[in-house]
Nanobody, 121 residues
Framework: VQLQASGGGLVQAGESLRLSCSFS????????MGWFRQAPGKEREFIAVVWNQQYVSDKLKGRFTISRDNAKNTVNLQMNSLKPEDTAVYFC??????????????????WGQGTQVTVSS
């Protein structure tokens, strides 16, 4: 499985960004697709996951939404009303296994290379 994340960049607070992750090398619909982020000096943080249903971190619900297109093998993360504290490297990930383990990085088998998101104040 290969994952390629794109769409990061430098934006001002209050603006929006849409990240995309392309999937190849296996059957996309068989995988739970998640987004995580990691800021310097901090642990990797769960953002959102989608499979047959969606789940967004309570902390980010209302500003971030996740979607997937099984025909195009892509998963997207729409980020609105961005804040400086959203600055991080954003990673997409693919995993199998139970939905109950959806928020833990250790339960994802494959990771993209990460895309930098920087939000200026």
């Amino acid at each position: 499985v290969q994952l390629q994340a794109s769409g990061g960049g430098l934006v001002q607070a209050g603006e929006s960004l849409r990240l995309s992750c392309s999937f190849s090398g296996s059957t996309f619909r068989n995988y739970r697709m998640g987004w995580f982020r990691q800021a310097p000096g901090k642990e990797r943080e769960f953002i959102a996951v989608v499979w047959n249903q969606q789940y967004v971190s309570d902390k980010l619900k209302g500003r971030f939404t996740i979607s997937r297109d099984n025909a195009k093998n892509t998963v997207n993360l729409q980020m609105n009303s961005l804040k400086p504290e959203d600055t991080a490297v954003y990673f997409c990930a693919a995993g199998t296994g139970p939905w109950s383990l959806r928020t833990s990085p250790s339960n994802y088998n494959y990771w993209g290379q990460g895309t930098q998101v920087t939000v200026s104040s």
